[in-house]
Nanobody, 117 residues
Framework: QVQLVESGGGLVQAGGSLRLSCAAS??????????MGWYRQAPGNQRELVAT???????NYADSMKGRFTISRDNAKRTVYLQMSSLRPEDTAVYYC?????????WGQGTQVTVSS
């Protein structure tokens, strides 16, 4: 059974920083862990892409996150990170980790990020 467990969310003031982590566990090898990413969903909104990263390290960002957010991964630890800086109140949302394993899409339970003005 595959599990994705996020951590690192919380309350931060506008302009501050947070680092999210997501660890994947289960019966799979590193080569089965393909693209990983972060998505977010604010109340009343659809879930949207934040950033993705391939096993080889190629990254993709939503336009509004470019220059403020950095996605990275440690394949040996089966973990993906999201470093968020210059946070804005509109970044407030539940952030979800995503991973493609064995060709299937898996999601974490989400972690709340709240940015106060």
């Amino acid at each position: 059974q595959v599990q994705l467990v996020e951590s690192g969310g919380g309350l931060v003031q506008a302009g501050g920083s947070l680092r999210l982590s997501c660890a994947a566990s289960g019966s799979f090898s590193i080569i089965d862990l393909n693209a990983m990413g972060w998505y977010r969903q604010a109340p009343g909104n659809q879930r949207e892409l934040v950033a993705t990263i391939t096993r080889g390290g190629t990254t993709n960002y939503a336009d509004s996150m470019k220059g403020r957010f950095t996605i990275s991964r440690d394949n040996a630890k089966r973990t993906v990170y999201l470093q968020m800086s210059s946070l804005r109140p509109e970044d407030t949302a539940v952030y979800y980790c995503n991973a493609m394993i064995f060709g299937h899409n898996y999601w974490g339970q989400g972690t709340q990020v709240t940015v106060s003005s």
